[in-house]
Nanobody, 127 residues
Framework: QVQLIESGGGLVQAGGSLRLSCVAS????????MGWFRQAPGKERELVTV????????YYTDSVKGRFTISRDNAKNTVYLQMNSLKPEDTAVYYC????????????????????WGQGTQVTVSS
């Protein structure tokens, strides 16, 4: 089993920045793929970005390209999400997630395809 704990959420004004962290513990070697999802009130959970364990492959949803950056430090079992130029529409609960395998884009987008989840951290962007 893998346990994921997120931190770094908060309230920020539009145009500001936040950095989220996700620390993994347990059988971290099985978290080959790590990603960030978000869920706004009344909306489905959506994939924001994912990264392969080696860091060689990443994916970003169109709405965050150029503003968000995912990275991972395997020595610290930590994944980061640097969020710049934040917009009110980025307001959501952000969840860290892990899975054992890379896959098609369709599978990476599916929240049900992930094996491990954190408890979520709230990000609120004021206008």
């Amino acid at each position: 089993q893998v346990q994921l704990i997120e931190s770094g959420g908060g309230l920020v004004q539009a145009g500001g920045s936040l950095r989220l962290s996700c620390v993994a513990s347990g059988r971290t070697s099985s978290s080959v793929v790590m990603g960030w999802f978000r869920q706004a009130p009344g909306k489905e959970r959506e994939l924001v970005t994912v990264i392969l364990r080696s860091g060689g492959s990443t994916y970003y949803t169109d709405s965050v390209k150029g503003r968000f950056t995912i990275s991972r430090d395997n020595a610290k079992n930590t994944v980061y999400l640097q969020m710049n130029s934040l917009k009110p529409e980025d307001t959501a609960v952000y969840y860290c997630a892990g899975r054992r395998n890379w896959g098609t884009l369709e599978s990476l987008r599916g929240a049900g395809r992930y094996d491990y989840w954190g408890q979520g951290t709230q990000v609120t962007v004021s206008s």
